[in-house]
């Protein structure tokens, strides 16, 4: 199976515009969870989303956002850029919420300037 | 919150000498898992531990569920240059889907 897949891979935006990352999981997973990884706070959990529905968010702004598509294919968009968006944006899918393992795509590499 | 406290933060070993990480969480886990992140990569899924003192093992890594389910080890025997990377623990308490990883330890392994 092809495993997940998120696009685009780097991307250098400036304060205050927005951006929309888009995450294609594995074949036949349902669940997709999105993370952003710096190196001061770690890995912080975003959203999930399962059959198109935001099942569990984290403790983030309301510029975060996101949705599911019938595909299963996700996008999130963060809206008005601060510098401190900078970071690596992780997606990870499962075959379903909760005991599940994830299984990671590669990651965009968000730049703010 | 739930937290999920990792130690040590570094680790710097001599190729073929053992390492073992740690994670303690604030309250008592549904399971935990572990993920192993190359440099310049992603996270990647390794195992996960359910039952209140469990032990599994991978071929030279070790890993142990506390039998109070709120902490957690990763031990790995003779390491190897292959080994090097960041190990994550995350764990998810009852009743809550939201895994909360601890902040990884990174393994230098020194030919």
């Known amino acids: 199976k092809a495993g997940v897949t998120q696009t685009p891979r780097y991307l250098i935006k400036t304060r205050g515009q927005q951006v929309t990352l888009s995450c294609s999981p594995i074949?036949?997973?349902?669940?997709v969870s999105w993370y952003q990884q710096t190196p001061g706070q770690g890995l912080q959990f975003l959203f999930e989303?399962?059959?198109?529905?935001?099942?569990n968010k984290g403790n983030f702004p309301g510029r975060f956002s996101g949705r599911q598509f019938s595909n299963s294919r996700s996008e999130m968009n963060v809206s008005t850029l601060e510098l401190g968006d900078s970071a690596l944006y992780l997606c990870?899918?499962?075959?379903?919420?909760?005991?599940?393992?994830?299984?990671f795509g590669p990651g965009t590499r968000l730049t703010v300037t | 919150g739930q937290q999920v406290m990792q130690i040590p933060q570094y680790q710097h070993v001599q190729e073929g000498e053992d390492f073992t990480t740690y994670c303690n969480s604030s309250t008592t886990l549904s399971n935990i898992q572990w993920y192993k992140q190359r440099p310049g990569g992603h996270p990647v899924f390794l195992i996960q531990l359910v039952k209140s003192g469990e032990v599994k093992k991978q071929k030279r890594l070790t890993f142990q569920f506390g039998e109070a389910k709120k902490n957690s080890s990763l031990h790995i025997t003779a390491t190897q240059t292959t080994d090097v990377g960041t190990y994550f623990c995350?764990?998810?308490?009852?009743?809550?889907?939201?895994?909360?990883f601890g902040r990884g330890t990174s393994l230098i392994v020194h030919p």
């Open positions: 995350a764990g998810r308490s009852g009743g809550s889907y939201i895994p909360t």
């Open positions: 990870a899918s499962s075959a379903g919420t909760g005991e599940y393992e994830q299984y």
């Open positions: 989303y399962f059959s198109e529905t935001q099942r």
């Open positions: 074949s036949g997973h349902r669940s």
